[in-house]
């Protein structure tokens, strides 16, 4: 007898749950939905190549000029450039539902719309997470985040709290994003922003190999979904990291002096810019801002988004992004 791989599709314990005792369908609570700053902020413009942007900057803008009197002649002076690639990348996900288990439930392209809603929302978590995390160079197939763009310390835009434990770390970044600063690219050509979705219908789909067949078959409902992008730091004056920030404990914390040092150090002294952070970083902030002596720390009128207070320092909104890591190493 074929056995099936059932853990990438639904089953019967699945539907049971989703539905109550009168055999209607039970809203889902998406208790697994994450906050994800950094998808609220960057702009998406095309890129100027299929699957890549190039972007090119200056390296050298020349010696500045000579002065000279009468009679004097002056060196030739030559501005030079790099050029850099920023990868594009392609995420991409099936979802299959056996089309009689999909068809008995009481509301079948309900059923179909809320697992559809899960897998965008899991994809969009992948999506912030390799903004911040993304290594093109050992992951070839994605493109590089924050992170790895600042990977070492400096006395600039990238300094340190001090904590060095393994795996134990976590970072605030600074992001300025916008046209010529730090966008998303879509690929040339492309249509579509975001995940996209395609319903593909009943179809008959290969589930398992046996000893006697090729495979085996059953029909199911099946979607995919495509997302693709990539991060372009056209200016690397627009991004900032506090890294080395404990999570636990009394020292190492979070540290605004050296956060206004980022932003005094940033494109226009930080003009425009987000703070972004994840929980703890944020509980560590709210508990300095209880201090009605901080006037680093205000809360905003309800501009955000759904009218919400977001807490703001000195003026630069803080949003939340659950895709950074408690767990990160420390940078040197």
């Known amino acids: 007898m074929a056995t099936l791989t059932t853990y990438a599709q639904p089953t019967l314990l699945e539907m049971a749950k989703?539905?109550?005792?009168y055999?209607?369908?039970i809203p889902v609570i998406n208790v697994l939905a994450k906050k994800m700053g950094i998808m609220q902020i960057?702009?998406?413009?095309e890129g100027n190549a299929p699957f890549s942007h190039k972007t090119v900057k200056d390296s050298y803008l020349g010696d500045g000029g000579s002065w000279r009197a009468f009679n004097e002649?002056?060196?030739?002076?030559?501005?030079?450039?790099i050029e850099e690639w920023n990868v594009i990348g392609m995420l991409n996900k099936y979802f299959e539902v056996d089309a009689a288990l999909c068809d008995s439930m009481p509301e079948p392209q309900q059923y179909r719309n809320q697992k559809c809603t899960r897998v965008i929302e899991s994809m969009s978590q992948e999506v912030a997470a390799t903004n911040f995390y993304g290594n093109h160079a050992s992951a070839p197939a994605e493109y590089y985040g924050l992170a790895v763009r600042m990977d070492t310390l400096?006395?600039?835009?990238?300094?340190?709290?001090?904590?060095?434990?393994?795996?134990?770390?976590?970072?605030?970044?600074?992001?300025?994003p916008g046209a010529g600063q730090v966008w998303m690219a879509y690929p040339r050509g492309h249509k579509t922003l975001g995940v996209e979705h395609e319903d593909r219908g009943k179809v008959d789909s290969s589930t398992a190999t046996t000893a006697a067949f090729n495979s085996a078959m059953l029909p199911v409902y099946r979607d995919f979904f495509s997302f693709y992008g990539g991060l372009v730091?056209?200016?690397?004056?627009?991004?900032?990291?506090?890294a080395n920030i404990a999570t636990t404990g009394s020292s190492n914390l979070f540290?605004?002096?050296l956060l206004i040092e980022i932003l005094d150090n940033l494109k226009d002294g930080g003009t425009g810019a987000y703070i972004l952070v994840n929980k703890k970083v944020r509980t560590q902030m709210q508990i300095m801002a209880k201090d009605k002596t901080n006037i680093y720390y205000t809360f905003d009128k309800g501009d955000g988004l759904s009218g919400q207070r977001p807490l703001q320092f000195n003026g630069v909104p803080i949003?939340?992004?659950?895709?950074?890591?408690?767990?990160?190493?420390?940078i040197t």
Not at 73 to 81: A, D, I, L, Q, S
Not at 319 to 330: A, N
């Open 18 to 21: 989703n539905v109550d005792a």
């Open 23 to 25: 055999g209607r369908l």
């Open 42 to 45: 960057l702009p998406f413009f």
């Open 73 to 81: 002649g002056v060196g030739v002076t030559n501005p030079r450039t």
């Open 154 to 176: 400096n006395t600039n835009n990238i300094l340190g709290c001090g904590h060095d434990t393994a795996g134990a770390c976590t970072s605030v970044y600074v992001v300025q």
């Open 233 to 242: 730091v056209e200016d690397e004056r627009c991004i900032g990291r506090l």
């Open 255 to 257: 540290d605004p002096n």
């Open 319 to 330: 949003l939340l992004d659950e895709s950074i890591l408690y767990t990160e190493d420390p």
